[in-house]
């Protein structure tokens, strides 16, 4: 006979000073069926990383010490789980630098418990089918370079990796998973992000410029196509 399946629970990490903040979001997410842990700053927080075992990290913008973003882009250059960041700063420039640096979702202070465990789930269900995507074809070629679904790396033509931030990838897979068509702003960030995309929709000409000058080469230099009146075109694949 078999041996049961066993369902590992996915595991958040809530990072934030504030305890009150941390006792709140852990006990709403574990009465959801998740195992939460949590830390009060940076240092806290790579101890627990270390063991390997983290889905999805809730990150607090503002924090004594190192700060939320300089985690962001850390944790997203070592190829961590995907974050949440979590700010009581509202301005539309923070939402696209921490975009930039990788998070995969931005929640402003103050927000409901229920809409944090929406967007948890949402961006779970973003990284499961991207994996399960990946195993299907764990590499991905166009126009001589070399996407690895898996690893989530980047091979230029001349064989040079380039670093991709979580952001990036996804936003590389909307387009590869459609080329030759063109597609406006509020698809793509409906592919992103779903039905929490308005916070970005300025985010994403930012992202797309970024993307771009990554793809530059002398062979092909519009692989990502303005397309006047409508957004963004993937170069037809060869």
């Known amino acids: ?35 939460v842990q949590t830390a009060a700053q940076g240092r806290d927080m790579e101890k627990i990383l270390s063991r390997g075992d983290i889905h999805l990290i809730v990150l607090d913008y503002m924090m004594p010490g190192e700060d939320g973003l300089s ?5 997203n250059e070592q190829g961590g789980p995907p974050i949440i960041m979590l700010s009581a700063r509202g301005e539309e420039i923070d939402r696209i630098v921490g975009l930039e640096l990788g998070a995969d979702d931005y929640m402003a202070k103050p927000f409901h418990p229920r809409e944090l465990l929406a967007r948890i789930r ?3 269900r973003r990284r499961e089918a991207r994996n399960a995507a990946g195993d299907k074809s764990p590499i991905t070629h166009f ?16 064989g040079v ?12 897979r909307v387009f590869l998973d459609r080329p030759g068509r063109a597609l406006s702003r509020d698809q793509i960030l ?13 985010a994403i000409d930012v ?32």
């Open 71 to 75: 985690i962001c882009k850390r944790v």
């Open 143 to 158: 126009f001589n370079w070399q996407l690895d679904n898996i690893k989530r790396t980047l091979l230029r033509p001349d």
């Open 207 to 238: 992202q797309i410029s970024r993307l771009r000058k990554k793809l530059s080469d002398d062979a092909n230099e519009d692989i990502i196509r303005t397309i006047r009146g409508i957004g963004y075109m993937f170069k037809p694949l060869k």
């Open 122 to 124: 949402a961006v779970m």
């Open 1 to 35: 006979m078999s041996e049961p399946l066993v369902t590992v629970p996915t595991r958040i990490l809530v990072v934030d000073d504030d305890a009150d903040l941390r006792e709140l979001i852990s006990t709403f997410l574990g009465q959801n069926g998740f195992e």
């Open 161 to 172: 990796q380039v670093a991709l931030s979580n952001a990036e990838f996804e936003l590389l």
């Open 190 to 202: 409906d592919y992103l992000h779903g039905p929490n995309a308005d916070s970005f929709d300025r």
